[in-house]
């Protein structure tokens, strides 16, 4: 089956700067990705997603990129707030929407600042 | 638009007892997944439902269960309850998967501890 791995577990970004989190992916077959916040006390809310037909996305100060090839995709945020301060998840599914998502181990991400 | 709902939030059971939690899905959404999250194993995707059939099954034993009913509700059961049954398990909804345009909305979770 699917195995995502994530990277890094722990991120600690000053205010206003860049956070990355990089996934890997082990079936080619995978064609959906999306990333998910998930605060305290909350479940895991869709932040931004992207399908394999398109190598980047951006919305305001996130972005994902994809590279299907080395099969990899990453988030980025930029000029980083306390708020942005959660756990991250990214997570692969075989077709569009299929409710089966495997999900990375998760980044939680500390603002400092 | 109300979110997905879960109930309860919080219980406590004990080695051997089971247990059922409810799941509300946005109104309109015809498809429920059930996940459970603990600190060792991450989300694990557990099941999913779509007009009331099982139509995916993750890797998890006999014991784990559940249904749909025909408004889309969906409740999940776990029957003789153990010590690392204790997560917190997430319901999410998305509105059908034949559109290709599904995008799951998780609730808040019930937490369940097992002593």
């Known amino acids: 089956g699917e195995n995502v791995e994530q990277h890094p577990s722990t991120l600690s970004v000053q205010e206003g700067d860049s956070a990355v989190i990089k996934c890997t992916y082990s079936?080619?077959?995978?064609?959906?990705f999306p990333w998910y916040k998930q605060e305290l006390g909350k479940g895991p809310q869709l932040i931004i997603d992207?399908?394999?037909?398109?190598g980047e996305k951006k919305d305001q100060r996130i972005a994902v990129t994809l590279n299907k090839t080395a099969k990899h995709f990453s988030l980025h945020i930029t000029e980083t707030q306390p708020e942005d301060s959660a756990v991250y998840f990214c997570?692969?599914?075989?077709?569009?929407?299929?409710?089966?998502?495997?999900f990375g181990t998760g980044t939680r991400l500390t603002i400092i600042p | 638009k109300a979110g997905v709902t879960q109930t309860p939030r919080y219980l406590i059971k004990t080695r051997g007892q089971q247990v059922t939690l409810s799941c509300s899905p946005i109104s309109g959404h015809r498809s429920v997944s059930w996940y459970q999250q603990t600190p060792g194993q991450g989300l694990q995707f557990l099941f999913e439902?779509?007009?009331?059939?099982?139509?995916n099954k993750g890797n998890f034993p006999g014991r784990f269960s559940g249904r749909q009913f025909s408004n889309s509700r969906s409740e999940m059961n776990v029957s003789t309850l153990e010590l690392g049954d204790s997560a917190l398990y997430l319901c999410?909804?998305?509105?059908?998967?034949?559109?290709?345009?599904?995008?799951?909305?998780f609730g808040a979770g019930s937490r369940l501890t097992v002593l």
């Open positions: 439902y779509f007009s009331e059939t099982q139509r």
């Open positions: 992207i399908r394999s037909n398109v």
């Open positions: 079936d080619s077959a995978s064609n959906y």
């Open positions: 997570a692969a599914s075989m077709s569009f929407g299929n409710e089966k998502l495997t």
């Open positions: 999410a909804s998305s509105p059908d998967s034949s559109s290709g345009a599904n995008v799951l909305t």
